[in-house]
């Protein structure tokens, strides 16, 4: 069993529905490829479900790809990820956990901070990461629903998201 200390994260100012999230533009990764895309492009093409988990090979964000995954949400909304882990390192998430997401690489941790949902890792001088937090956005980059945790660890309501994601 992992033991770990349960941190309260606070509250954060991040986008809330009715909100148009940011645009930013990272390398996105894929299982064979990875280049920089705008979310903003994405959005154009519909419905995005835009994921922030702690860096790959975190637990948190292991099970919150295995269940996105087994949930199959992909069918109706384009999901993607974004985290601090480089390129490299989420290609290796990918095919290790058979996900055909696309996951956006920020090591600077720039967007987490421009959509209020960065904190310092304990224990780590200089090195941040985004809370875990959920996002569903329509064409426009409205947000349609949002989630962001107030503690590490913290899952999202994952029958919340796919309510919303049906609602579309």
Not at 22 to 47: K, N
Not at 130 to 149: G, I, K, N, Q, S
């Amino acid at each position: 069993m992992v033991e770990f200390d349960v941190v309260d994260l606070g509250p954060a100012e991040h986008p809330g529905m009715g909100e148009t999230a940011p645009d930013f533009t990272r390398p996105l990764v894929t299982r064979e490829y990875w280049e920089d895309a705008a979310l903003s492009d994405l959005a154009d093409g519909g419905p995005v479900l835009l994921v922030f988990t702690p860096m790959d090979g975190a637990f948190p964000a292991t099970y919150v790809w295995n269940e996105i995954r087994d949930r199959g949400w992909a069918e109706s909304v384009t999901v993607v990820g974004l985290s601090i882990s480089t390129p490299y390192e989420h290609k290796d998430l990918l095919e290790e956990r058979g996900i055909d997401y696309g996951l956006f690489s920020d090591p600077g941790n720039g967007v987490a901070r421009e959509y209020g949902i960065d904190h310092a890792l304990d224990g780590m001088t200089g090195i941040s990461e985004p809370r875990p937090a959920v996002f569903l956005l329509d064409t426009e980059r409205v947000v349609e629903y949002a989630w962001v945790a107030e503690e590490w660890p913290e899952f999202p309501d994952y029958d919340a998201i796919e309510d919303a994601i049906e609602s579309l």
